[in-house]
């Protein structure tokens, strides 16, 4: 990534190659983001080489609201986001998203289109990303011939633009613009703001692109692979687990989950992947019915967040983990996850073979063609701590990665980590600005690990182009264990007594 010379403060350029498989051949690529006065932005595209049927496409996570707004429940806004679209003769599908929920008494406003035509568009990230994301970490729209041309307005407001098929012979462009304003009074009724958006246009084609500072390139660690894929377990592998089976669900002939003679609730693979809305569960400590005690939890998502708003007393704003942003899973920083050594590479636990529900556990159950590694979590009817046993079925040692991102406040990102070490136990506490300070000066929470040696980090160590404490996130790497426990214990003391 590239500053501009001319417009250092405004625009940025992407420069490199796209390699195509089979071909020693690639599509070179220039980028140029240009954001204008008038509230007018601009991606273009330049494309070099040679090839048949290339296409662009456009993807952007839409918020459209305050930004306490926003990160308080982003599932729950976009159900509030009327997405329109148009069909221009020329510019083709334009996306209009208007915020229905009045933020401050204003209704933001945002159009996204094309300059060379958009042919394809979705409004969802549901459409975009599909419920098989969980499982490939792929698109299931980018190995389609055309986005879903669908206005689907759900819980994930994510819109994309398709361009032209091009026949890529020496060089092609691609224009995408977006539009904002703070305020929409009425409903989208109309294509409006064509004059704005070509005004803006023929400024921005009046700049000289000029290359200025060179930025360092924001990379994955070449140590990480794609997510461990898992297989689904055999009948005769479930029979010998769970035996005693009530209630079970089938589609066909396929089993999707069912209840144990105890009570448990077993999902197997098949069915997280038919469901919009992720298995999870809340885990609490005991005594939680009592007024005023002391009673730590977290919530477990079988798609591979293993503790997420793990807290102790008032869940908003004495949380020390984030909460889940996604039920796709598409942002892979939330809450607490783990990685796993193998074939020479660390691989993101995410879609187990099965996920079992219990009163206070759950358990995550990778099965690969090699091994079983098996992730309990649970919580304790006497003290505050959570535990997470993770282990090898076969005694094989791995070396693993885990990574939490740490809030201690309301929100992620808002203030900064404050850590200490005492001998193996991480100590976290609040900053002095943070909600929780004021009557809880003393919270802090504690978190060690047994059955393995353990080298702290942050998120440096996951990519290199970025600023250390930029995501919050504190790695550990964790030498080959075939065992392992990672416990997380939370104190308060009560500076005063209040209603929360």
Known sequence: ?????????????????????????????????????????????????????????????????DPGAVRSNEAYLSQYIDHTVFEDEAKGYVVCSRQNQPQGGAFPYMQQGSLTKAVGYSTDGFQFFGLSYKETNQPESLKRPTLANETYQYEFAYTALQSELLNLNGEAQVVFYGLAKPNHAEGISALEFGDEVTAAWNEVQ?????????????????????????????????????PDRHQEEHSGEELLSFFTGSYEHIVLKAKELLVERPHGHILMSGGNVQLGAQVITTTSYMYGIFNSQLVIGNTNFNKMISNAR????????????????????????????????????????????????????????????????????????????????????????????????????????????????????????????DGATVNVGDETLLASGIRSGSASLVTLSLKASAEWTLKVQGYWKVKRIAEW
């Open 326 to 449: 996604n039920a796709l899973n598409v942002p892979k920083t939330a809450g607490q996850r783990i990685y796993v050594e193998m074939d020479g590479q660390y691989r993101l636990l995410t879609m187990p073979s099965l996920f079992e529900i219990g009163f206070n556990y759950v358990r995550w159950i990778y099965k690969t063609a090699s091994d079983t590694i098996i992730v309990t979590n649970y919580t304790g009817a006497h003290t505050t701590e959570v535990s997470m046993n993770v282990r090898s079925t076969s005694g094989a040692a791995y070396r693993y990665l885990v990574t939490n991102q740490i809030t201690m406040n309301v929100n992620e990102y808002e203030y900064p980590l404050h850590m200490t070490q005492d001998g193996d136990t991480l100590i976290f506490k609040a900053d002095p600005q943070a909600i929780s300070a004021g009557t809880y000066p003393d919270l802090q929470y504690r978190m060690s690990v």
């Open 206 to 242: 009046a700049l000289t692109v000029e290359n200025g500072d060179t930025l360092e390139q924001v990379k994955l660690s070449s140590f990480l692979g794609e997510p461990l894929v898992t297989l689904d377990l055999t009948q005769d592998e479930i029979h010998d687990l769970f």
């Open 1 to 65: 990534m590239i500053t501009s010379k001319a417009q250092s403060s405004n625009q940025l350029i992407w420069e490199g190659t796209v390699q195509l498989e089979g071909s020693e051949q690639g599509i070179g690529y220039q980028v140029v983001f240009t954001a204008t006065p008038q509230g007018v932005w601009f991606w273009d595209v330049k494309l070099t080489g040679q090839q048949h049927n290339v296409d662009v496409v456009y993807g952007q996570d839409v918020g459209l609201a």
